[in-house]
């Protein structure tokens, strides 16, 4: 299953000055848990504020940039087909992790969402998530990671 996950502010902020404009660790463990043992899915500007693969995931880097040194749990891939083929031929599910260029590129293959509500407005925030992202999504789980911090998931909906 290919599933987006993003983490993202009340005025729907999800990057400011070429990173996160903020650091919650009770998010950061979340990410943790339900990416890891899964193949992740990043453009290049989301790889570069990360600034290393990330661990026990496969970090799938969609670029036609720059290059990265490849190896054992690191991937560069060239086309959102790549992708899509790569997602095809793994056990596991694809996360797709940002950013907005990204998330925009696989809207129309994402068939869940996990949203991290981040409960502050980022000023000066220069990168975000269109408004309608999660139109033909349908809310489902909940979880209160404290801090102010709630998850929520977000179904496909299908016509029948």
């Known amino acids: 299953m290919i599933i987006g996950i993003v983490a993202i ?69 060239r086309s959102k087909s790549e992708v899509l083929d790569l997602a095809s ?11 907005a260029s990204t998330f925009e590129t696989f809207s129309g293959e994402i068939a869940k969402w996990y949203v991290t509500e981040i409960p502050i407005v980022v000023d000066g925030a220069d990168v975000f998530m269109p408004r309608d992202f999660l139109d033909g999504f349908m809310e489902g789980e909940k979880i209160d990671l404290g801090e102010g911090l709630r998850v929520k998931s977000y179904e496909r909906v299908f016509a029948t």
């Open 9 to 77: 502010a009340r005025n729907h902020a999800i990057g400011k000055d070429g990173k996160l404009p903020w650091h919650y660790s009770a998010d950061l463990k979340f990410f943790k848990q339900t990416t890891t043992g899964h193949a992740i899915v990043m453009g290049w500007n989301t790889w570069e504020s990360i600034g290393k693969p990330l661990p026990n995931r496969l970090n799938v880097v969609l670029t036609r940039k720059g290059e990265i040194d490849p190896s054992d749990n690191v991937r560069v891939v």
């Open 89 to 99: 031929s793994i056990e596991t599910d694809t996360f797709i992790i940002g950013g």
